[in-house]
């Protein structure tokens, strides 16, 4: 049995994916770990990675082979403030002819 550290915004789907390279292995993790497959995960927890006849080892060298972690619930990026590149005037009745 292994161990991961959970990053900010992991589920435990998210880890059994990186982990275990398989949905089908979610609820081995979820009863190695005492948790229920819905329960939120902190930052800096430390789960154990048990072994499942349903882990997909293949997909888990994919990932640590682009050492990508995998993170769903993330923080985004708020868009950059934009400016439009019109003036509100050029849409005002004043300045239109109708004739």
Do not use: C, K, W
Request: proline residues 7%.
């Amino acid at each position: 049995m292994s161990q991961t550290i959970i990053t900010a915004g992991q589920s435990l789907l998210d880890v059994v994916l990186q982990e275990l390279g398989s949905v089908e292995a979610l609820f081995d993790l979820a009863d190695a770990n005492g948790l229920a497959i819905t329960d939120q995960l902190t930052p800096g927890q430390v789960l154990e990675v048990p072994t499942s006849p349903a882990a997909q080892p293949s997909i888990v060298s994919y990932f640590q082979g682009r050492g990508q972690r995998i993170n769903t619930g993330a923080p985004v990026a708020a868009p950059a403030a934009t400016t439009p590149d019109f003036d509100l005037l050029d849409f005002s009745h004043a300045n239109q002819d109708f004739n």
